[in-house]
């Protein structure tokens, strides 16, 4: 399975921005996919994540109410709608996919087998 995530690019502070996942060689079928982000000098943290059967999200507390992760059956797709962003949520966000991962592991970046190229997201203040 390989993934692409585009979508980024620079945004000024407080406005919105969507990236978006897809995949080639291979369908989502009983994946967990998740949104991660590495800033610069520091290590990759997740972001969102869905389980592509039956939609069920999970987001860490530092975007919780501001990143809204979904996901689109019929093509194939994942997006990362990220509202009110800020300057600290610049970084380069990667898309990632793995199976069989339980709920407390959601967030563990080790936990993702495929994992996008990653695209930049600059906020600018």
């Known amino acids: 399975v390989q993934l692409q995530a585009c979508g980024g690019g620079l945004v000024q502070a407080g406005n919105s921005l969507r990236l978006s996942c897809t995949t080639s060689g291979g369908t989502f079928n009983s994946e967990t996919l998740g949104w991660f982000r590495q800033a610069p000098g520091k290590g990759r943290e997740a972001v969102a994540v869905i389980r592509w059967s039956g939609g069920r999200t999970y987001y860490p507390d530092s975007v919780k109410g501001r990143f809204s992760i979904t996901r689109d059956e019929a093509n194939n797709a994942m997006y990362l709608h990220m509202n009110n962003l800020a300057p600290e949520d610049t970084a380069v966000y990667y898309c990632?996919?793995?199976?069989?991962?339980?709920?407390?592991?959601?967030?563990?970046?080790?936990?993702?087998?495929?994992w996008g190229q990653g695209t930049l997201v600059t906020v600018s203040s």
């Open positions: 990632a996919a793995g199976t069989g991962i339980v709920y407390w592991d959601v967030f563990r970046s080790s936990s993702y087998v495929y």
